[in-house]
Every structure is written in C-alpha cells, then in structure tokens.
C-alpha cells in the first residue's frame, strides 16, 4: 500500500510526547491554528513539527484546511473513542482488584 494513503493506528500517534502535546494543543484552542503557531510550542523546526502533524492525519487525529497560502489544522476528537474504549477496560480491571485488596485488608 501507498505510504502516503495508508492509515495510521491511532496509538501508534499518540505514542510519541509531541503528538501528546500538539493534541493538547489544538484541542485547548478554540479555532484551527497554523503552522507557524504550532511551531514556538516545540525545540524543533517547521518541518519536524509538520511531520508530526502528518501522523496525526494519518491516524484521523487532525484535520486541515488551507487558506490563503497557509494551512490550518484542528482536533478530530473521534478515533481517541477507541483509545478512550480500550483503557476503560483497564480501568475496570484496577478498580475490581482494588476492592479486593481493600476487602482483603479489612478482613
């Protein structure tokens, strides 16, 4: 398959600390923000921060609009349901064994 056409896991994305970062970015803002203000954010260049923002499209995570000469990025909230799904499970996995450990000490 096409690199470039190919979808990317979504916790392959959300792997990385930046990817973390430039999620908590977009979704702390209110409207789709450019490159240029994504950049300052980071100790890395426009082209390494834009890389980042293609994994994220990869995975479904951002999307982009272009206007005028620049483009524009913004949260899709949607594929992190998955990630969202699969940690509830561990979720209700912990609690379960805390109350039985809880139980335990009481006895």
């Known amino acids: 398959m096409n690199r470039t056409h190919?979808?990317?896991d979504v916790f392959v994305?959300?792997?990385?600390?930046?990817?973390?970062?430039l999620i908590r970015l977009l979704a702390d803002?209110?409207?789709d923000l450019p490159l240029y203000e994504l950049t300052p954010h980071f100790e890395m260049g426009r082209?390494?921060?834009?890389?980042h923002l293609t994994v994220l499209k990869?995975?479904?995570l951002v999307v982009n609009r272009k206007k005028g000469r620049?483009?524009?990025f913004k949260l899709n909230p949607g594929p992190l349901q998955e990630v969202k799904d699969w940690l509830a499970f561990y979720e209700k996995f912990w609690n379960e064994r805390a109350s039985i450990l809880k139980n335990i000490l009481e006895e």
């Open 70 to 72: 620049e483009t524009r």
């Open 29 to 31: 803002s209110d409207e």
């Open 58 to 60: 990869e995975a479904n």
């Open 6 to 8: 190919q979808e990317r």
């Open 13 to 21: 994305a959300i792997a990385d600390p930046t990817r973390r970062k």
């Open 47 to 51: 082209t390494a921060v834009s890389k």
